[in-house]
């Protein structure tokens, strides 16, 4: 019987769990896989896998798709400034299909009978992996100890102490997700309606005081320098900003939303380059695109963002989207300016080549350089017909 398991491996607590109890008490042989999205360093990815051996791992396997998930998935949510209700990059939301991608292939690598994750039963987790999981390889049985014993995490804790495990378990009461758009926090306070979560809860504590003003550089809605220092990587641009701007713990907030199993959810984040990226490209082309490309990638833009979370990224219109936004990027070209300050930040102004603000046809409210008052006379006049012609019929002009 082939008992071969492959576990979708985080370190936290809940797959902390999964690898014992589907060792001990169900005798599966378990493969430990994590999907890195950017959010680990070497010496962290290191610490994970020894404790996945720790714990009873048969073998552990670090697969990194930062790359692909920047380029299938972040540039898209930039392209389409998008933050779930005006507030979340949706970073957890966007890695999650990535990484059950990612995990299948290697369970089919390796030839797995199973496949495991941690999710709970109360989350939109488990609807992801699920999700992906049962599109592309509905051959392989689905297996899920946290959702399916109903365990707290208090339960899981008492589970792993009886097997003698030592851990941070004080660091453990709060669920963080890593990656390199953003970091998510869930705690006891994120399931009530008003505490907020603790200082020490968040990744990036807050190290720089006074004022500093970066410059931003995009081609193409792609950020590609920082301070005149090119990129060649975006990743690598993404992972400096982060780095500067984590210190003055910027992007930090508390997402409320709709979950995809119809309950509200409230969940803690940072995401200090994210939101600072994200902000500067509107203002980019705020100054760039037309009044109709702005409205409409608005419409699809919302679109895009609610289906990545809720797990329909498979879904075909998503690629549709996608070559609409990437075409909507021809002109966002040229320079932001952002001034950070502990917990904040400012947009200055941009500069580009593009910038129709920059036309010789005008100055708004100034002056008057391509039409006369008599064409504003005549064009206000035929913009009022149909209005004109409306009240005129219906008699309710006051």
């Known amino acids: 019987m082939n008992k071969k398991l492959v576990l979708a491996y985080s370190g936290g607590l809940d797959t902390s769990f999964c690898v014992k109890y589907l060792k001990e008490e169900k005798g599966y042989d378990v493969y430990t896989a994590i999907a890195n999205t950017g959010g680990f360093s070497q010496s962290e990815l290191e610490n994970i896998e020894k404790k996945a051996y720790s714990l009873g791992s048969k073998k552990h396997v670090t697969l990194d798709i930062t790359g692909e998930y920047y380029q299938k998935c972040i540039r898209y949510m930039v392209y389409g400034n998008i933050l779930r209700n005006n507030t979340y990059p949706v970073s957890v939301s966007s890695e999650r299909v990535f990484q059950a991608i990612a995990i299948i292939n290697y369970a089919k690598e390796i030839g797995a009978g199973y496949i495991a994750h941690g999710s709970t039963g109360a989350g939109n987790d488990q609807v992801r992996f699920d999700l992906t999981f049962q599109v592309l390889a509905p051959e392989i049985e689905i297996i899920t100890p946290v959702r399916d014993l109903m365990l707290s995490r208090e339960q899981e804790i008492e589970y792993l102490k009886k097997y003698g495990v030592e851990d941070d378990f004080k660091k453990m009461q709060y669920s963080v997700n890593q990656g390199i758009w953003g970091t998510s926090v869930g705690g006891k306070e994120t399931l009530t309606s008003n505490l907020p979560l603790p200082e020490e809860a968040y990744p990036g504590q807050l190290e720089m005081q006074g004022e500093k003003v970066i410059e931003l550089g995009f081609v193409r809605g792609e950020l590609n320098s920082i301070d005149g220092q090119p990129y060649e990587n975006v990743i690598d641009a993404i992972k400096k900003l982060e780095s500067i701007a984590s210190k003055y713990a910027i992007g930090r907030d508390t997402h409320v939303g709709d979950t995809i199993i119809g309950i509200k959810g409230r969940v803690g984040f940072q995401a200090s380059a994210p939101v600072i990226i994200i ?91 391509a039409w006369t008052a008599e064409d504003v006379k005549g064009f206000t006049k035929i913009l009022a017909n149909p209005l004109k012609i409306y009240y005129s019929v219906n008699k309710k002009l006051n």
């Open 279 to 369: 902000k500067a490209h509107h203002l980019l082309e705020k100054h760039t695109l037309t009044k109709w490309q702005t409205y409409w990638k608005e419409q699809l833009s919302n679109w895009y963002g609610m289906f990545l979370h809720e797990a329909m990224y498979q879904e075909p219109v998503m690629r549709n989207i996608e070559l609409f936004m990437e075409s909507t990027q021809e002109n966002v070209t040229g320079k932001v300016f952002v001034k950070l300050k502990p917990y904040a930040f400012d947009l200055q102004g941009v500069k580009s080549e593009f910038d129709l603000m920059n036309s010789g046809f005008g100055d708004y409210g100034e002056t008057v350089k």
